[in-house]
């Protein structure tokens, strides 16, 4: 069990472990769940959590390349010790040391609830920086405000990607029962979706898996049709009728049940009628391959590009995508930083912008890929710069003292009056 540390001012509590935080002995909370669908280390390698609490903020950075590291899902707990209020959190994946990635959630903790905060890094965010105060996900570009209400409770388990039942470090199931949804393998077209069973309906869903969805309606050959996603469709008798072969099969009556057999070899596959090799595959790296209904097999160039500005992106046919890093200037989208120079494939800032405000009540600091933040330090020392008072504090972001003028006289800049 890990130790809860506080947020420089006691208004927030944050308890941090992999996998599940069981540390929380206070049922208001909120569960930060981090996952991530890039590659650990090769991707990322770090996770910055920067936390603002009503008064306060404090940042946690966890490596995740060095030996005894904790695995993604990563759950930070964040339980109130005082007055609720709102909480914005900001989560950065790093590379190298480079920030990649971000997301920011702005929300709020339920008395007496435990609520997930689900943020996922993904690699269609990474270098993507959204206009004011919206933040990278699934739909693209977002609101970072979230109602605690739309917030689902805590169950133990990160909550599954948006749109999706996968979850970071877990694997999609690929097969069910009979009558059951199929989830096969990964795609981007529904060209790429063919079970080759006639009755389902073959699609790619929108999480990037297929789907191979049983339909009974497609089933009209005789009464009592049923969709059987590994057998095709079956009836209460088998006959000639209702027993026939489709494209690159042949069918036979065993009993009641009609057994359609592949005439393709094991690494072949059925394209408009005609044996090919699997995944319609030409041996080319730098095509993907296909099955088009009206064209058979059809061949698309591989998109090489990594959408990395440090890294010059070419195919060769016998091996595939190639990146060779190059060096320049480079922007990086991080408006925390300033004289970014591509250094070994990444782009690295020189140096950092200034978010100093002068203003001694404050905390200055830049959030990587959301740029500064001034938030109030109660902690601060100050001078409210008037001879006439004494015991200068913050509150809040302004800096008073106690006025030592006579009763019914104002202190000010020339004194009391």
């Not at 950065?92 to 609520?115: L, M, N, P």
């Not at 605690?148 to 990160?158: A, D, K, N, S, V």
């Not at 470090?169 to 795609?187: F, I, K, M, Y």
């Not at 006579?406 to 800049?413: E, G, R, S, V, Y």
Request: some cysteine; hydrophobic content about 25%.
């Amino acid at each position: 069990m890990v130790a809860r540390a506080s947020i420089d001012s006691a208004k927030w509590w944050v308890c941090v472990a992999s996998l599940l935080c069981a540390c929380s002995s206070s049922p208001t909370e909120l569960v930060l769940a981090i996952q991530s669908d890039l590659t650990v280390p090769d991707e990322l390698d770090e996770i910055e959590v920067t936390i603002q609490g009503p008064s306060a903020m404090r940042t946690i950075n966890q490596s995740l390349s060095e030996p005894g590291a904790p695995s993604l899902p990563l759950t930070l707990s964040l339980t109130p010790s005082g007055e609720l209020g709102v909480v914005d959190i900001v989560v950065v994946g790093k590379k190298g040391g480079a920030s990649i990635v971000g997301r920011r959630v702005r929300t709020s903790a339920i008395r007496g609830q435990s609520r997930a905060v689900s943020v996922w890094l993904l690699r269609s965010c990474v270098n993507v920086m959204c206009p004011g105060e919206q933040t990278c996900a699934e739909r693209g570009c977002i609101p970072i405000d979230i109602d605690p209400e739309e917030l689902p409770p805590w169950t133990g388990q990160p909550p599954a990607r948006e749109g999706s039942t996968e979850r970071d470090g877990g694997v999609t199931d690929a097969g069910a029962g009979d009558g059951s949804t199929v989830v096969g393998s990964e795609c981007t077209d529904d060209r790429e979706c063919n079970d080759e069973v006639a009755c389902t309906e073959d699609s790619c869903r929108d999480d990037g898996r297929c789907v191979f969805a049983p339909r009974d309606e497609n089933c009209t050959a005789g009464p009592g049709g049923v969709c059987d996603p590994a057998l095709d469709c079956q009836y209460d008798e088998c006959t000639e009728v209702t027993c026939t072969a489709g494209p690159c099969q042949v069918a036979e009556c065993q009993g009641n049940r009609c057994v359609r057999t592949s005439t393709c070899a094991d690494n072949q596959m059925c394209c408009n009628d005609s044996c090919v090799p699997a995944g319609c595959e030409d041996g080319n790296f730098c095509t993907e391959n296909l099955c088009d209904p009206d064209q058979g097999c059809i061949s698309e160039p591989v998109d090489c590009d990594d959408n990395n500005p440090c890294t010059d992106d070419s195919c060769e046919p016998t091996s595939g995508c190639e990146r060779t890093p190059r060096s320049g200037s480079c922007t990086d989208a991080d408006p925390c930083t300033t004289g970014e120079q591509c250094m070994a494939g990444q782009c690295v800032g020189t140096g950092t912008i200034d978010c100093t405000d002068t203003n001694p009540c404050t905390n200055d600091r830049c959030v990587p890929f959301f740029g500064c933040s001034n938030s109030p330090d109660i902690n601060a020392t100050c001078d409210d710069g008037l001879d006439c008072t004494t015991n200068d504090r913050c509150f809040g972001t302004m800096c008073t003292g106690t006025s030592t003028c006579p009763l019914l006289m104002t202190c000010t800049a020339s004194g009391c009056s």
